[in-house]
T-cell receptor, first 112, second 113 residues
Framework: DAKTTQPNSMESNEEEPVHLPCNHS???????IHWYRQLPSQGPEYVIHGLTSNVNNRMASLAIAEDRKSSTLILHRATLRDAAVYYCILRVFNNAGNMLTFGGGTRLMVKP | NAGVTQTPKFRILKIGQSMTLQCTQDMNHNYMYWYRQDPGMGLKLIYY???????DKGEVPNGYNVSRSTTEDFPLRLELAAPSQTSVYFC????????????FGEGSRLTVL
């Protein structure tokens, strides 16, 4: 299965942009890149996903490298509520369905 | 909308006891999943289901069983509880097998003493 690599932790100042990197050098052509985040004592929540093109939604932007071996989640203005663990995941498709494997993620700390 | 509902939220078990974690979703999703999360770690897939009557093992299925008799419900059974099963358990569901987002429940915290 394709794996992802993320920094263990990152810090940001409130109201500044945050760029969370993810490496996925063994990604295959049919794998979608998903990002989830987990606030303290909660279940993960969906942030964004993409295949090849950059994607924007109300929560964040996803920038995908041309060779798809890496991607970056962009939070345009970090708030204290964005402090969470962010998971970069490859949505692997197989005949029986799909499985999302969550690695350790990046713990984002936001300073006021 | 209720989304994904898990019960109980907290439970303490003695070694060797059995219990069932309940999970139900009201979004008519075919795909459902059970994950466990140990302290400070990511989520590991226990079992998943692609529809009523169809289940399959994930990464860490030993010590657990599941069933899927309806689209809405996906219970996880722990047989002969062991301290190694102390964890937070998350149920999730998805409409699409490939692109759709996963919706997670709030989790069930299980302690085995």
């Amino acid at each position: 299965d394709a794996k992802t690599t993320q920094p263990n932790s990152m810090e940001s100042n409130e109201e500044e942009p945050v760029h969370l990197p993810c490496n996925h050098s063994t990604i295959s052509g049919t794998d979608y890149i998903h990002w989830y985040r987990q606030l303290p004592s909660q279940g993960p929540e969906y942030v964004i996903h993409g295949l090849t093109s950059n994607v924007n939604n109300r929560m964040a932007s996803l920038a995908i490298a041309e060779d798809r071996k890496s991607s970056t989640l962009i939070l345009h203005r970090a708030t204290l509520r964005d402090a969470a663990v962010y998971y970069c995941i490859l949505r692997v498709f197989n005949n029986a369905g799909n499985m999302l494997t969550f690695g350790g993620g990046t713990r984002l700390m936001v300073k006021p | 909308n209720a989304g994904v509902t898990q019960t109980p939220k907290f439970r303490i078990l003695k070694i060797g006891q059995s219990m069932t974690l309940q999970c139900t979703q009201d979004m008519n999703h075919n795909y459902m999943y059970w994950y466990r999360q140990d302290p400070g770690m990511g989520l590991k897939l226990i079992y998943y289901s692609v529809g009523a009557g169809i289940t399959d093992k994930g990464e860490v299925p030993n010590g657990y069983n599941v069933s899927r008799s309806t689209t809405e419900d996906f219970p996880l059974r722990l047989e002969l509880a062991a301290p190694s099963q102390t964890s937070v358990y998350f149920c999730a569901s998805s409409y699409s097998p490939h692109t759709g987002e996963l919706f997670f429940g709030e989790g069930s915290r299980l302690t085995v003493l």
